[in-house]
C-alpha cells in the first residue's frame, strides 16, 4: 500500500515538476491511473529520536506563543525584580530594557535556550560516588570500570601520566573536571567519562543509577534562558506553559482572553492558539505537554498530531494514506479521531486507511479486503465493495470475525481470582509517580492482567514508570548482593537503560518471581542495516552456515564474507543496495544501486549457495518460507517458529528494523524471549501488543500468551483492545480521564466484574 500508492504519488507529482525525470524507471505495478498528489502518515516514518522536537514544535503552538510573549508579554526588571511600564521603564530603579525578539523564547534558538541545559530542561549526570566504591579506587580503575580500551588506557596513561595511579578522590579538582566532563582539545570535546556513558546509554545498557537524568538547575526545566523568564503573561512565563498540559494551557489561555488586556494583534494570536489547542483535545491529546517529546509519543498519538496539522491546513484534492490511527486509542475515544479522517475526506481529499480496527473497517465507504493471510500466502485481493458484502463473503478472514461466524479463543488456564493468602501477588504502595494519586494496587500473578483506561489515564505512569524501574532495581540489588538464588540469564536487562526516579513506598511479592522480560514498542534498531534475523540471534548462525558451504571453504571465505557490513558488501552502494540522490538540502531520493541491484552484496558472496539458495536469497525470505527451509537446523528455526506463531510469518528476515512497526518491534521482542526457553515464573510485561494485528493474528497472541501462562509464567499486557481483554483473568482499569483527571484506580477485577460495574467505562465495551 505505501509502497505503491505514496511512493508513486510523490514520485509522478515531483516528475510533473520536472525533478524527478529519469532517475528511477523501477515500477511495481502494470499501469496506474487516478493517483494524485499523496500524503502517508504512517507510525514508524514519522517516529522521531529528535530530543529538541517536541508537541510544541510540530504543532508550531511554542512559535505562536513565543510572538504572543515577544509582543504582549510584561517584562520584569532585571535590577529590582519590579515590573516594567509600558515604556519599559522601571519606576522603582529607573532601569530602562528593549522589547525582546521571539527568539529569545524559543530553546532552539541560541539567545533563548538556557545555557545550563542547552534548551533540554535537564541533563545527565554521573553519580561519582556510586561509580567509586572507595577513596583507594585509583583513576586507572576507573577507566577499567568503564571498560575503556587498551587502546585509549594507553592514550589516558600518557595524557594523566602521574595522576593515573593516584585515588580519584585526591585528584586536583581541574583534573577530576576534566575526567568526568572533558576538555575542548583542538576544538573537539576530549574523552571523558561523559562520553563513555553517554554511547552506553545510547545502546540501551542499564547503567544502574551511575548516569541519570537531572532536572536544570538554572531553569528548573523551562528550556528557556533567564531574559525569557523574566516575561510573563498573567503570572507565568513561556517555560512554565511549555510544562503545562494542553488542556491546561487552554483553559489559562482562555482565562487570558476574558482579562482583555492584549492588544487586537494578541487577542487574534491567542484565538489562533485556542483554535489548535481545541483541536488537540478533541483528538485526545489534551493530556500531552508541549514539551513533551516526539520520540516518547505512541504511534497513534504521532498520528493523531499530524492529522490536526493536515485539518488545519484545510488542503484540498490530495491522497492521504493512514496507517492504524486509532492505534493506542481506547474504545470511547475513537470517535473523534474517526470524525477528523471524515472531515479529511469533506475537504475533498481521498483517504485510504490501513485499519484493523472493526470500528473503522465499519464506517469506510469501500473496503479492500487483502489475504487470504500473511507473506507468501496473502497478496490477492480476496474482496473489495462495501461492509454487507464483507460480511457475505466466505473467503475473508476478516468478515467472517466481524459478523461472528470466526470468534476468538477461549483461555485454556482461564480462572477466577481469589485474593487470600495462598494467592502469589505483587503489590506496589502509594504510588504518585507522574499522575497517579496514591495508588495502592495489586497484580495477580499466574495470570494474564490487563491494565486499561483512556489515554494518559496513568497506565504507563503505573507499569513504565513504577512497576518495571521497582522490578529492575530490584533484582539489580539481587545481584550487587551476590544472591545465588536467583541465576543472572533469569534476568532481561536488554532494554533497559537508565532507572527512573519512582514515587512509590515500596514493591511487595518479588519472591514469587524468578526474573521479568520488558516487551516493550521501543524500535529494535534504529540503523537501516539492522534486521529482524540479527536482532533474533540466528545472522551469525546461517553466515557461518554459508561459510562452511565447500565452495566457500576453497576460496577461504569466513563469516564476514556474507556480511554485507563487512566483507561481503557491494563495493559501490556500500551494502546498503541503493544510492541516494539528493534533490536539495533536505530533499532526496534513493535509487537501486545499479551495480548489486539493491541486493546489498558482492558478487564473491553471492556465488555461495546453501540448498540453492544464495545469501540475498536468505535475506528475502519471510519468516514462514525459512520456517521450512532452515527446518533441519533447530538451532535456527526455534526462534522463527515463535514468530510464525504469533503472527508475523509475513516479515522478511533481512527487513530493515525502522521500517516495523511498534507492534511489530514488539512481538519479535517477545518472540526472542520465549526463544530463549526460561525457567517458569517469569513476569512478561507488554504494552499494546496487538498494534498492527488483523482479528486472526489476534487469537494467534491470545493463544501464546495462554501457553505462558500455562508453563507457570504471569502476563501483564498493557491494552486498549477489548478481544484481549476479554480474555484477561483480572483487569486493572485507571481514569477516569487523562491527565490531571487521571491516575485513579475506577474499577479492577474480572472482566465480568468490569460489566457490571458503573464507574467502568472499559467495562461498557466489554
Not at 58 to 80: D, P, R, V
Not at 131 to 142: F, H
Request: aromatic share 6%.
Amino acid at each position: 500500500m505505501f509502497d505503491i500508492i505514496f511512493e508513486e504519488g510523490r514520485k509522478q507529482y515531483l516528475q510533473s515538476l520536472g525533478i524527478f525525470a529519469g532517475i528511477d524507471n523501477e515500477n511495481k505495478f502494470d499501469s496506474i491511473q487516478g493517483l494524485g498528489p499523496a500524503i502517508a502518515v504512517k507510525q514508524n516514518i514519522i517516529r522521531q529520536s529528535n530530543p529538541r522536537s517536541t508537541v510544541g514544535s510540530k504543532t508550531s503552538i511554542i512559535n505562536m506563543l513565543a510572538l504572543l510573549y515577544a509582543g504582549e508579554g510584561q517584562i520584569i526588571c532585571s535590577t529590582c525584580g519590579t515590573p516594567l511600564d509600558d515604556n519599559l521603564i522601571c519606576a522603582n530603579c529607573g532601569n530602562v530594557e528593549e522589547r525582546l525578539e521571539p527568539s529569545y523564547f524559543s530553546y532552539n534558538s541560541s539567545s533563548g535556550m538556557c545555557m545550563k541545559c542547552s534548551g533540554r530542561g535537564s541533563y545527565f549526570k554521573i553519580n561519582i560516588e556510586k561509580l567509586i566504591p572507595d577513596n583507594d579506587t585509583t583513576l586507572k580503575q576507573v577507566f577499567n570500570m568503564v571498560k575503556v580500551t587498551p587502546g585509549y588506557m594507553k592514550l589516558l596513561q600518557k595524557k594523566f601520566k602521574e595522576y593515573f595511579s593516584m585515588p580519584f578522590s585526591q585528584l586536583p579538582e581541574d583534573v577530576k573536571n576534566e575526567v568526568v566532563y572533558g576538555c575542548y582539545e583542538n576544538g573537539k570535546r576530549s574523552y571523558s567519562l561523559i562520553r563513555i556513558f553517554q554511547r552506553r546509554y545510547q545502546k540501551g545498557e542499564d547503567l544502574n543509577g551511575i548516569y541519570t537524568m537531572t532536572t536544570c538547575s538554572d531553569c528548573h526545566g523551562s528550556r528557556v534562558g533567564e531574559e525569557a523568564r523574566r516575561v510573563l503573561l498573567s503570572g507565568k512565563h513561556i517555560g512554565e506553559l511549555g510544562k503545562m498540559t494542553i488542556s491546561e494551557i487552554h483553559k489559562f489561555l482562555e482565562g487570558l482572553l476574558k482579562q482583555a488586556i492584549l492588544t487586537q494583534f494578541g487577542e487574534n494570536l491567542l484565538k489562533d492558539i485556542l483554535v489548535k489547542t481545541k483541536h488537540l483535545i478533541k483528538s485526545r491529546l489534551g493530556h500531552l505537554s508541549l514539551y513533551r517529546e516526539m520520540s516518547t509519543l505512541s504511534g497513534g498519538e504521532i498520528q493523531r498530531l499530524f492529522l490536526n496539522a493536515h485539518l488545519d491546513s484545510k488542503m484540498d484534492s490530495l491522497i492521504y494514506v493512514l496507517d492504524e490511527p486509532t492505534a493506542g486509542l481506547h474504545e470511547s475515544e475513537k470517535s473523534d479521531i474517526l470524525k477528523s479522517i471524515n472531515k479529511l475526506k469533506e475537504l475533498g481529499n481521498t483517504v485510504i486507511v490501513v485499519e484493523h480496527d472493526k470500528n473503522t473497517i465499519k464506517m469506510a465507504e469501500h473496503i479492500i479486503d487483502i489475504g487470504p493471510k500473511a507473506g507468501i500466502r496473502g497478496g490477492q485481493v480476496i474482496y473489495q465493495g462495501d461492509l454487507e458484502g464483507l460480511l457475505q463473503c466466505k473467503e475473508t478472514i476478516t468478515g467472517q470475525y466481524l459478523s461472528g461466524k470466526l470468534t476468538m479463543p477461549s483461555r485454556t488456564t482461564h480462572q477466577s481470582i481469589i485474593y487470600d493468602e495462598e494467592r502469589p501477588r505483587i503489590v506496589i504502595r502509594n504510588a504518585n509517580t507522574n499522575n497517579l494519586k496514591d495508588v495502592t494496587v495489586s497484580f495477580p500473578l499466574r495470570a494474564m492482567v490487563g491494565i486499561a483506561g483512556k489515554s494518559g489515564s496513568g497506565k504507563s505512569s503505573l507499569i513504565a514508570d513504577t512497576l518495571l524501574p521497582l522490578i529492575k532495581s530490584y533484582f539489580n540489588n539481587q545481584l550487587d548482593n551476590d544472591r545465588t538464588d536467583i541465576e543472572e540469564n533469569e534476568i532481561d536487562n536488554e532494554d533497559e537503560s537508565v532507572v527512573e526516579e519512582t514515587v512509590a513506598d515500596r514493591l511487595e511479592g518479588m519472591e514469587y518471581i524468578s526474573g521479568y522480560a520488558e516487551i516493550s514498542q521501543a524500535p529494535i534498531g534504529r540503523n537501516m542495516n539492522s534486521n529482524p534475523v540479527s536482532y533474533i540471534g540466528i545472522w551469525d548462525k546461517i553466515r557461518i552456515l554459508f561459510a562452511h558451504q565447500l565452495e566457500a571453504i576453497e576460496q577461504k571465505f569466513t563469516a564476514g564474507h556474507f556480511s554485507f557490513n563487512s566483507k561481503g558488501a557491494c563495493s559501490k552502494c556500500g551494502g546498503s543496495g541503493y544510492e541516494k540522490i539528493w534533490l536539495a538540502s533536505n530533499l532526496s531520493i534513493d535509487k537501486t544501486c545499479s551495480e548489486c541491484h539493491g541486493k546489498r552484496f558482492n558478487d564473491e558472496a553471492l556465488s555461495i549457495k546453501y540448498k540453492n539458495k544464495n545469501i540475498h536469497d536468505i535475506l528475502e525470505m519471510s519468516v514462514s518460507e525459512a520456517v521450512g527451509f532452515f527446518e533441519d537446523n533447530i538451532s535456527i528455526v526455534s526462534t522463527l517458529k515463535v514468530l510464525e506463531q504469533i503472527g508475523m510469518g509475513y516479515i522478511k528476515l533481512g527487513q530493515p528494523t525502522p521500517t516495523l512497526s511498534g507492534g511489530e518491534s514488539q512481538r519479535i521482542k517477545l518472540a526472542k524471549e520465549i526463544g530463549k526457553r526460561r525457567k517458569g515464573n517469569i513476569l512478561y510485561v507488554l504494552d499494546e501488543p496487538t498494534t498492527g494485528l488483523s482479528l486472526h493474528d489476534t487469537a494467534k497472541l491470545i493463544k501464546l500468551l495462554d501457553e505462558l501462562i500455562a508453563k507457570g509464567n504471569s502476563v501483564i499486557v498493557v491494552e486498549h483492545d477489548t478481544e484481549v481483554l476479554k480474555t484477561c483473568d483480572w483487569i486493572i482499569e485507571l481514569g477516569p480521564e487523562g491527565g490531571e483527571k487521571g491516575g485513579y484506580i475506577i474499577a479492577e477485577g474480572s472482566p465480568g466484574t468490569l460489566k457490571k460495574n458503573s464507574k467502568s467505562i472499559t467495562g461498557r465495551y466489554l
